[in-house]
């Protein structure tokens, strides 16, 4: 595929770069036309928030992303009550301006958020499309345009940290995986300039990486982490020592393990 065709993949010149490995832009844009929300499943690192920017973009939508983690609330989505001025005034909160404003919405590893978080999110997942507000007695109907996107790693989390039939049952659904070797290395060079070649020893030695998810390391070596080793080889930096600060240490922090990595980068690149 020409260097142009993946710039422009599906017309959009002006989106992010996002390298489809399916029929995934035709679901979202399906999701999109028809105001259905959709989750996202797949592993750390393999693109999902990189094609949520980029179908927002091509489909000229402004973008709420939302990082989930152990301390976010309902609260922290829909808005609260702030000092401002010595005046108490009502703020919004992303997910809030985004069911006014007819805007996407993606929280990012939904799972991590607090429980009454799938709560609020209920009721805009169904037919409703509503956005009941109990601290300002509102309830927003969402503008036309909203469209809600989650994702969450479903192989990292444990039973305590997953999503209920009953919220699951109310996304459309994709799954995301690692890209097939020869689209990791068009994404690497498209992405850090580095030539082919090395790009290719480098997605190599990340599918042997992979190949140790649950054995030695609890994760595999995203595509993320490839693209930053690549950038640094780019910059000038050596092989191994790119290699060590982009993909051994962020994957571990046990010594005996992190030697044995080495020994596979040896054996990958002599």
Same mark, same amino acid.
């Given at each position: ?50 094609? !949520?920017? =980029? ?5 000229? %939508?402004? /973008? ?7 301390? *976010?609330? @309902? #609260? ?43 709560? !609020?999110? =209920? ?5 409703? %499309?509503? /956005? ?7 309830? *927003?109907? @969402? #503008? ?43 994404? !690497? ?21 992979? #190949? ?59």
């Amino acid at each position: 595929m020409a260097k142009d065709n993946l710039i422009n993949e599906g017309g959009a010149a002006n989106a992010p770069f996002y390298l489809p490995q399916g029929d995934e832009c035709a679901v979202f844009e399906a999701a999109a036309a028809h105001d259905l929300p959709l989750l996202l499943k797949g592993p750390t690192g393999c693109g999902k928030t990189r094609f !949520v920017t =980029h179908m927002a973009a091509k489909l000229g %939508r402004h /973008l709420y992303t939302v990082a989930c983690h152990d301390d *976010l609330s @309902a #609260a922290d989505l829909i808005g609260r009550y702030l000092l401002k001025g010595g005046e108490t005034v009502w703020v919004d909160g992303p997910l809030t301006r985004a069911v006014r404003e007819g805007a996407m919405c993606y929280l990012d590893e939904v799972v991590e958020a607090r429980k009454d978080v799938t709560v !609020v999110l =209920h009721p805009l997942t169904d037919d409703r %499309r509503i /956005l009941p507000i109990d601290r300002t007695g509102e309830e *927003l109907e @969402a #503008a036309p345009g909203f469209m809600l996107v989650a994702s969450f790693n479903p192989g990292y989390q444990n039973i305590l940290k997953t999503l209920k039939p009953s919220t699951r049952q109310r996304f459309l659904s994709l799954s995301f995986d690692f890209p097939e070797a020869a689209q990791e290395i068009a994404v !690497v060079t498209r992405e850090t300039g580095l030539d082919a070649d090395r790009a290719k020893g480098l997605v190599r030695l990340a599918n042997k990486l992979r #190949a140790l998810k649950g054995q030695d390391i609890e994760e595999g070596v995203s595509t993320r982490l490839i693209v930053y080793t690549a950038t640094l080889i780019q910059g000038g930096m050596s092989v191994e020592r790119a290699i060590e600060a982009a993909m051994i240490e962020p994957l571990t922090d046990d010594a005996d393990v992190k030697t044995g990595l080495m020994d596979l980068v040896t054996a990958v690149f002599g």
